[in-house]
């Protein structure tokens, strides 16, 4: 793990700080909200452009464990998901679809980070990730029309023409890019460097500019981190076990096992938070709960890891 990635969590703080401070101008926020779909694409472009979606069928070459960690984050979460937010967030809505949307969308970046501080199988994991951003990107509009129509929040037709603009645009155009230039080609290199060398610089100054364009409303529910605590804790707290379970039953080794935990663990796509800013423009708390999320789910990923190197020092003892 690099300085950058070990001091995101400080950055993403610093970037809802900056953004709540500069949102306090009347002429700075309307600017800043015309910022977040454009800043947002340009990451998901660079996420696209350095994901291997032509390596999709490796995903499936250890099928027991493609099949398992489908089941888990696409079938299980979501239910378990439903739940927790049904007792811990009844009255809050917007804060129901925002939890939902975290879990629905399994981590597509750094769980290979704390797959390798676990010691787990990171080659698998690898395989396993265009897999997992293929069916989210299927699944979270089927996800979304379920979750907004229990709730009423959204229309649909709203929903399917962000996931087009903001989904599908720069899935396309990175595909196309791949098709025409291979990846020693001048002008691939150079947009490489542009856009999949600076996703988390895009997602910062979409965040800030996110912050910054709702800021006088999100001053006003600072308690919504303390609200959100309880479920996301305890979601990790149940998958634990649950993926713990599933991989001794399917007689994984440690390294596999840690695979999986890993895998059916991460949240926090980039694609949830690209469709909540633009399918729900006037609901900023269902964006501020995906912001919330990796503030908790970082530190909780890391003491995992740590859990699992000592509960594989101990099997092994």
């Not at 969590?9 to 926020?29: C, H, N, P, R, V």
């Not at 099928?63 to 927790?84: C, H, Q, R, T």
């Not at 965040?207 to 959100?228: D, H, K, P």
């Amino acid at each position: 793990m690099n300085l950058l990635e070990k001091l995101e969590s400080l950055l993403i703080i610093l970037a809802i700080i900056l953004g709540l401070f500069l949102g306090q101008w009347d002429a700075f926020s309307p600017t800043a909200g015309r910022l977040i779909s454009p800043l947002l694409i340009a990451m998901l472009f660079g996420v696209f452009l350095k994901t291997p979606l032509n390596d999709l069928g490796q995903s499936f070459k250890n099928l027991k464990f493609a099949m398992i960690s489908l089941g888990i984050n696409f079938l299980w979460i979501p239910v378990l998901g439903y739940i927790l937010a049904e007792i811990f967030l009844p009255l809050s809505p917007a804060l129901k679809i925002g939890y939902l949307m975290l879990l629905v969308t399994p981590c597509t970046d750094w769980y290979l980070i704390f797959t390798a501080m676990a010691k787990g199988n990171v080659p698998l994991s690898t395989s396993i990730l265009p897999m997992n951003l293929i069916v989210q990107l299927l699944l979270l509009p089927v996800y979304l029309f379920i979750f907004t129509g229990l709730s009423g929040e959204v229309q649909g037709g709203l929903i399917l023409k962000s996931i087009l603009w903001t989904l599908f645009l720069p899935l396309g155009l990175s595909l196309i890019l791949k098709k025409i230039f291979s990846e020693s080609n001048l002008l691939r290199r150079g947009l490489n460097s542009i856009f999949a060398d600076h996703i988390f610089l895009f997602l910062w100054l979409a965040i800030m500019s996110m912050f910054a364009s709702e800021a006088r409303e999100l001053t006003g529910n600072v308690t919504q981190f303390y609200v959100l605590l309880p479920p996301v804790l305890l979601f990790f707290f149940i998958n634990f076990f649950v993926s713990r379970l599933a991989g001794k039953l399917a007689k994984f080794n440690y390294e596999d096992s840690v695979s999986l935990s890993i895998t059916t663990l991460a949240r926090n796509s980039p694609v949830s938070l690209a469709v909540a800013v633009t399918a729900f423009p006037d609901q900023p708390l269902i964006a501020l709960a995906l912001v919330i999320g990796p503030l908790i789910e970082i530190p909780v990923l890391a003491v995992i890891a740590q859990t699992l190197l000592f509960l594989g020092r101990k099997a092994k003892a």
